[in-house]
């Protein structure tokens, strides 16, 4: 009986640590260049820019897609598919010339700098870094 309830505490320990370093959706941001005159995005036009279906913003400003290289799944929650997926999906892509990859970027700081300097650039970066971007790009609400 005490192993028992040893073990069904310790397995439930080891749920609250994992849990806990997991992110969820919410710890990340969405950031554009300055030019960018959106203010907002829902999920499906996140999802269809990080995809490539909309390749402009609606003032015609052709969109730069960029992310920090992180691999917690919930990033890839955010953009309702899976690291395998979306690279397969762009490999695919770029093999029969119709667009080219997003930027994938090591940190957060290269990611700001990349949408700061690029027309029409967006990113997602975690919400922790996001006192990091200053006046050089702007946050934008994502509405889920």
């Known amino acids: 009986m005490k192993k028992s309830i040893f073990l069904s505490t310790a397995i439930f320990a080891i749920f609250l640590f994992l849990d806990s370093n997991a992110q969820s959706v919410d710890d990340f941001i969405v950031i554009v260049n300055n030019d960018v005159s959106e ?3 829902n999920s499906a036009e996140l999802r269809r820019i990080y995809f490539g279906f909309t390749p ?3 003032g015609q ?3 730069r897609i960029s992310y920090e290289r992180i691999e917690d799944q919930s990033f890839w929650k955010l ?3 899976t690291k395998s997926d979306f690279n397969r999906f762009w490999d695919k892509r770029e093999r029969s010339d119709n667009g080219l990859k997003p930027v994938v970027l090591s940190n957060a700081e290269s990611v700001i700098d990349y949408v700061s300097n690029t027309e029409g650039a967006i990113g997602i970066i975690q919400k922790s870094s996001f006192e990091k971007i200053g006046n050089e790009c702007k946050r934008i609400d994502l509405i889920y």
């Open 56 to 58: 402009k913003w609606k």
């Open 61 to 63: 400003r052709k969109i």
């Open 79 to 81: 953009l309702s598919t």
């Open 39 to 41: 203010g907002s995005l």
